[in-house]
T-cell receptor, first 113, second 116 residues
Framework: SQQGEEDPQALSIQEGENATMNCSYKTSINNLQWYRQNSGRGLVHLILIRSNEREKHSGRLRVTLDTSKKSSSLLITASRAADTASYFC?????????????FGKGTSLLVTP | GAGVSQSPSNKVTEKGKDVELRCDPI?????LYWYRQSLGQGLEFLIY????????KSGLPSDRFSAERTGGSVSTLTIQRTQQEDSAVYLC??????????????FGPGTRLTVT
């Protein structure tokens, strides 16, 4: 079953602007990960944040995690047209398998030149 | 190094036929996962292999679905008597042994299955 839910479902911005996507989940986690998917095919791992971390940076990406609210946000600064993709949050720690990830339906980001 | 590879990239089959999808994980990764993604949806977990342990099949939607992992490396997902609702992109991922919590997973490009 899907645990993470991204918000908004779709986001359209211009190059240079910042993009913020949110993720909410329902049960306790060990970590939360963000992935990017281009053209409906393979996913690329972006960043992993552990349950005892509150913020993490990687290049133009900034991820926050609030375990009390069971939510996370992904901020992409100074967006580029190449950032156009679908972004998914994924949680572990409570899936049926214990280790497989639970993915949300994703946020579709469009960055226009 | 080489990433996760999957074959075929596209498969069109008639309803009722059996199909086999193949996944080659990254060398050294002991964990292998199969997911399914229907149009516009998130990923749905199907099955998980870890080393030589018995696989976790809790995500398989019906007994028409099965998977094997030979020699702790290559995996094959088999769908018998395919139905139109099986049409989706099937994604394989691998990772290092999860341990206490999961590591990042590396995904293959997927197999797009269309059942006509």
């Amino acid at each position: 079953s899907q645990q993470g839910e991204e918000d908004p479902q779709a986001l359209s911005i211009q190059e240079g602007e910042n993009a913020t996507m949110n993720c909410s989940y329902k049960t306790s986690i060990n970590n939360l990960q963000w992935y990017r998917q281009n053209s409906g095919r393979g996913l690329v791992h972006l960043i992993l944040i552990r349950s005892n971390e509150r913020e993490k940076h990687s290049g133009r990406l900034r991820v926050t995690l609030d375990t009390s609210k069971k939510s996370s946000s992904l901020l992409i600064t100074a967006s580029r047209a190449a950032d156009t993709a679908s972004y998914f949050c994924a949680t572990d720690g409570n899936s049926n398998s214990g280790y497989a990830l639970n993915f949300g339906k994703g946020t579709s980001l469009l960055v226009t030149p | 190094g080489a990433g996760v590879s999957q074959s075929p990239s596209n498969k069109v089959t008639e309803k009722g036929k059996d199909v086999e999808l193949r996944c080659d994980p990254i060398s050294g990764h002991t964990a292998l996962y199969w997911y399914r993604q229907s149009l516009g949806q998130g990923l749905e977990f199907l099955i998980y292999f870890q080393g030589n342990s018995a696989p976790d099949k809790s995500g398989l939607p019906s007994d028409r679905f099965s998977a094997e992992r030979t020699g702790g490396s290559v995996s094959t997902l088999t769908i018998q008597r395919t139905q139109q609702e099986d049409s989706a992109v099937y994604l394989c991922a691998s990772s290092y042994s999860p341990g206490i919590s999961s590591y990042e997973q590396y995904f293959g490009p997927g197999t797009r299955l269309t059942v006509t």
